[in-house]
Every structure is written in structure tokens, then in C-alpha cells.
């Protein structure tokens, strides 16, 4: 995986590292984004010929998790509105668990439900929602020209046997949160390796300066696999090898689940981090109770939002680090716009895609909230840069993907955070997780996807 990225380094754009397309996981050529630009014509509903959508109306259901603390849903709803005024758009509120969010959708689209028209879903989805006819290809649908202002390889993350499943909408980075003010009065430098945050967290606790050190995601969910894959690479390892094979149960496997395992013992992260997703590890952050915090984009604006945090100001952002030093790994996140098989209005529900994928609403996204934007022109705007310390970062990151390529992939996302989770609480040892998780994993590649 790292070889490959660096190979990829070539088609990045500006602001971007181009290996996002090897997270977005397709086996296929990481540069050829033409290839799924020439493929999203392959077939769909509309046969070969686009859907002209410029004078749709009617009302659609738009479902979405809160993207950010802050009310970017209902702003990009009220400036869509304004601009196609014959359409309504109502939000369907989702769970901010991408797991259960999945599964909510899983079971109304997989029941034949046309509700939501358009849903917002998780950058690992679409193998898994293109397999079991959960998602409208949108090749066909819309004009091959659509496709080109999306930033390299993210075009090629959303296909799925050659056909284009979703529309990207927004790039998630993990970064490191750090309190400046803290670090300062303790006289210590931006911890660059992981051994500084453990050490400096550690300082700062004897100082009586912060409660906890470090906090991040650690429950027994999707972003726990985030998290440890995060580790993983920066160790060497792998989740899946390059076989296909379950890889984790490794030297690499171990350094990554001894050193979580080890910010819970040694009280740098609080006990109850078994249990954090995002936002419980957010709140505490920005409740002042943490030093570091592990989070996506989204957290700079939040933990700069007066009505959210006690820490305004005091914030500092950089890239996570690594064992040996510099940048680290983040893991691959972000959000596709898809299309219910079953809506009964798809003129509008293109309509809405197309405009939330294009300049406006990608630079609201960017300016105001903070998230990096999958439209290549937005992404290369200067003043879009300069809006949020997170852009000059993310060129820096070295960034690992993963194994949602497989539609079982749920299945084997569950079987490395469960037992990783497991780890982490001590019910059983750091071999003993490893052990567990790759004999599920192999019991998962075979199976149908915990669907
Ligand atoms: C973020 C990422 C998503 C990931 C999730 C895990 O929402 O964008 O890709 O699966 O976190 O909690």
C-alpha cells in the first residue's frame, strides 16, 4: 500500500495527496479516473442517455448523519432551494454512526422503500450497496463531462464493476488536535511521534494541567478500525494482505494494538475510551479535558464554535504522527451523494446532486465548515485555502485505505474493530484479538457481508 501510494503521488492535485484513491479502493490503475469516466456511461435506468434534470420540481428526501456540529445540512438545503425553487427538499435525519446509519438505510432501501431519494453515504459503501442493489449507478444518468470536476481517484472510490455508484461529496482527513496553550506552559514542542503524545500527555496529567491525555475513537465501530488502521500502516502492517488474506495478525498488528491498548493502562486516555466515537472524544477535547484528540476535518470548526467549546483559541491542528517520527497515516474517510433505486423522482434527486457536487456548495462546505471539498476547482481555490489550518496540512499526510473493495466488507470491518475493542477493554489479550480477528476475517471473505 505505501508503494503504491507513492506511485499515485504523480496524479495529485494541489491540495489533495492522490493517494486517496487507493482508499477509495478499486483494484484497477489509481491515475485512470478516465476509465470510470468512460465506464459511467455503461448503463442504468436512463439507458446511454443523461437525464435532463433542469426542470425538475417536486419534493425529495434527503437523508444525512449531522455532518458537523454546526448546521451545514439545513444551510446547503436553504441555498438549493433558492436556486431551484421548484424543489423541495426535506432532511431525514440519520444516526451519526456510520454503522447504524448504513443499517437503517440497508433495511428501508432493501425492503423497497423510495424514501430517501438521496442519501449521503459513507466513502466504504459502495461495493457493498452496488452488490446488493442499494444504490442507483449514475452512469448513464448523467453526462460523462459531470464527472471531470471531481478531484483525482474519487471518481474511481464510488465504482463498482465498472459502473459509477455515487457522486463524492466531501474528503475526510484525520488530523491531531493539540492544546497549545497547554503545551506551551509545559514548555513542550507539537509532539511529531506517538511515544511524544504518551509521554507528553503524561506530563501535562502529573501537572494537574489537563485530566486526560489523549483521546479518540475507541468503540466498538467502524472508526475504531479507522483508528487502528492508522497505526497499522504507520507499523508496516496491513488489514488485508496483498493475497486477499487476512495480514493483521503481524509484528505490525501487534506494535499498533499494544501501544492503544497501552494509552488506556497507563491513564492517558480515560478507561471509558471503549466507548467513545467521534463526538464523545470531541466533547471531551472541547470540553477541556483532553491534551490531543484524534479527529476528522469537521473538529477544527467545531472546536472553534463558541456555543460548543470551552477551547477557543487555544487549539493547535497537525498531522497525526508516527512512531518514528513526521507525518503519519490518516485513514481514508469522506462521503458519497447515492440515488435510492426506488425514487419516484430522480430529475430532482440529480438535480440536487449536481448542484451539491458543484462550485457553491463545495466552497460553503470548504469556506464555512471546514470540510475538503471533492470538487478539483474548489480545491484549488486560493481563498478556500486559507479559510481553515487544516488545507495546509493535508498535503503532507500519507493517507491508507480500507479493504471496502470486497461487498463483505461490513463483515470484516466488524471482525477487526470487535476484537480490537475487546483488546482495548482487557477482556482478552493483544494475541489473542489478533488471532480472533484474522480467523473471522477469513471466515467473512467467505461469507455475505453481515448484511
Ligand atoms: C468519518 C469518515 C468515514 C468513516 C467514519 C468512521 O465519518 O468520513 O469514512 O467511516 O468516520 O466513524
Do not use: I, Q
Given at each position: 500500500m505505501k508503494g503504491k501510494n507513492k506511485a499515485m503521488a504523480?496524479?495529485?492535485?494541489a491540495l489533495l495527496a492522490c493517494s486517496v484513491v487507493a482508499g477509495c479502493g478499486t483494484s484497477s490503475s489509481p491515475s485512470n479516473t478516465a476509465n470510470a469516466t468512460n465506464t459511467?456511461?455503461?448503463?442504468?435506468?436512463?439507458?446511454s442517455k443523461p437525464i435532463d434534470f433542469s426542470h425538475a420540481k417536486g419534493t425529495i428526501v434527503w437523508a444525512a448523519p449531522p455532518i458537523t456540529h454546526t448546521g451545514l445540512r439545513k444551510t446547503l438545503i436553504q441555498k438549493f432551494e433558492q436556486e431551484y425553487p421548484n424543489i423541495k427538499v426535506k432532511l431525514q435525519n440519520q444516526d451519526s454512526n456510520t454503522d447504524t446509519d448504513r443499517a437503517s438505510l440497508t433495511t428501508a432501501i432493501g425492503g423497497?422503500?423510495?424514501?430517501?431519494?438521496v442519501y449521503l453515504g459513507d466513502v466504504v459503501w459502495p461495493a457493498q450497496f452496488a452488490a446488493n442493489q442499494l444504490a442507483e449507478p449514475l452512469s448513464g444518468l448523467?453526462?460523462?463531462?459531470?464527472?471531470?470536476?471531481?478531484?483525482?481517484g474519487l471518481v474511481q472510490g464510488a465504482t463498482y464493476k465498472g459502473k459509477v455508484y455515487a457522486a463524492p461529496f466531501f474528503v475526510d482527513t484525520a488530523f491531531l488536535y493539540y492544546r497549545k496553550d497547554l503545551l506551551k506552559k509545559a514548555g513542550l514542542p507539537v509532539p511529531k511521534t506517538w511515544a511524544d503524545v504518551q509521554k507528553d500527555s503524561e506530563i501535562l496529567q502529573k501537572k494537574g494541567l489537563v485530566k486526560y491525555g489523549f483521546v479518540w475513537q475507541g468503540a466498538s465501530y467502524e472508526g475504531l478500525l479507522c483508528d487502528f488502521d492508522e497505526y497499522l500502516a504507520d507499523a508496516g502492517g496491513q488489514v488485508l494482505g496483498s493475497d486477499g488474506k487476512p495480514a493483521l495478525d503481524s509484528a505490525a498488528g501487534k506494535k499498533a494494538l499494544n501501544f492503544m491498548r497501552g494509552l488506556i493502562t497507563s491513564g492517558v486516555s480515560p478507561t471509558s475510551e471503549v466507548q467513545f466515537q467521534e463526538n464523545e472524544s470531541l466533547n471531551v477535547f472541547t470540553e477541556g479535558n483532553a491534551a490531543f484528540l484524534r479527529n476528522w476535518s469537521y473538529a477544527w470548526p467545531s472546536s472553534q464554535d463558541p456555543k460548543a467549546s470551552k477551547v477557543v483559541g487555544k487549539v493547535g491542528v497537525t498531522a497525526l504522527p508516527s512512531f518514528s517520527g513526521g507525518p503519519g497515516y490518516s485513514t481514508i474517510g469522506g462521503w458519497d451523494l447515492y440515488i435510492n433505486p426506488h425514487t419516484k423522482n430522480l430529475p430532482a434527486a440529480l438535480a440536487f446532486i449536481d448542484w451539491m457536487t458543484g462550485k457553491e456548495a463545495q466552497t460553503i462546505l470548504a469556506k464555512d465548515f471546514s470540510e475538503i471539498p471533492t470538487n478539483k476547482q474548489v480545491q484549488n481555490d486560493p481563498t478556500v485555502k486559507q479559510k481553515s489550518p487544516i488545507f495546509a496540512i493535508v498535503p503532507k499526510v500519507k493517507y491508507v485505505s480500507r479493504p471496502s473493495q470486497n461487498p463483505n466488507y461490513p463483515a470484516i470491518a466488524k471482525a477487526v474493530y470487535s476484537n480490537v475493542n475487546a483488546a482495548l477493554a482487557g477482556s482478552v489479550s493483544t494475541n489473542q484479538a489478533l488471532s480472533n480477528a484474522s480467523k473471522q476475517i477469513e471466515s467473512a471473505l467467505g461469507g455475505n457481508g453481515g448484511l
Open positions: 504523480a496524479g495529485v492535485s459511467a456511461n455503461a448503463g442504468a435506468k436512463g439507458g423497497g422503500s423510495n424514501t430517501p431519494d448523467v453526462p460523462n463531462s459531470f464527472w471531470n470536476r471531481f478531484a483525482d
